[in-house]
């Protein structure tokens, strides 16, 4: 929704010097280790936006209310958020995590969700939190609002000066599927890819190597 183009706006320079991981679908045979792919290769955390930005499959959401907090399950990663509902401040600034620290609030029948504290330089707004990733200053706010009976309109908002040279905006309706489950997400138990593309990369080195000899 903004920028008006549709489009991520420009980065800053200093983010433009950041390292973004290889993702999902992406060959390089210049990998060198498993610290050269996105944290969602390497079965760690997509991050807030990576987790509700709709991806190829594994999309569902849960969302349970209890006295003074909600909590939101994603089934991708299986990373829970325990959203504060009572108005206490954020943590320090010394305390940081790959999905931040987020506090909620209701503005009439929209709940507000802030989260800050990020680790820096982790996850970005990518499919699967892939792209540059976002800095130690970045802040979104969530606006989740009930527009039907089977339908929550979700609004994602970005700020984070450090990457980003102006607010990002994003917004989608959330559909409820009757019946849906949220199954375990066994990552590590069939994280194969990563291991096959490091060993392909070693592989084109080697027969690099041999052609050289061979010359």
């Known amino acids: 929704m903004d920028p008006p183009n549709g489009r991520l706006p420009e980065t800053t320079a200093e983010a433009k010097t950041r390292k973004v991981g290889i993702g999902a679908g992406e060959n390089d045979p210049k990998a060198d280790s498993w610290e050269d792919f996105t944290y969602y290769i390497r079965c760690i955390t ?3 936006a990576g987790s509700i930005l709709p991806v190829i499959y594994g999309n569902g ?13 994603h089934e991708m990663v299986h990373e829970a958020r325990i959203i504060p509902l009572d108005g206490r401040p954020h943590v320090g ?26 680790l820096p330089n982790k996850t970005g707004l990518g499919g699967n939190g892939g792209g540059v990733p976002l800095s130690d200053s970045a802040r ?15 609004e994602l908002n970005v700020d984070d000066e450090k990457t980003y040279v102006r607010p990002i905006k994003i ?38 190597e041999e052609a050289a000899k061979k010359k």
């Open 93 to 118: 600034s010394n305390i940081r995590t790959y999905m931040g620290d987020s506090r909620g609030r209701w503005e009439g029948s929209t709940l507000v969700v802030e989260t800050t504290n990020f």
């Open 61 to 73: 959401t849960q969302i349970v209310q209890g006295p003074g907090y909600v909590a939101i399950m």
């Open 171 to 208: 917004t989608f309706p959330i559909k409820q599927e009757p019946g849906y489950q949220l199954f375990e997400y066994a990552c590590n138990e069939g994280n194969l890819g990563m291991h096959n593309q490091l060993s392909a990369a070693r592989a084109l080195e080697k027969a690099a």
């Open 140 to 154: 979104l706010v969530e606006r989740f609002t009930k527009t039907a009976p089977d339908t929550i309109s979700y």
């Open 46 to 48: 997509r991050g807030v």
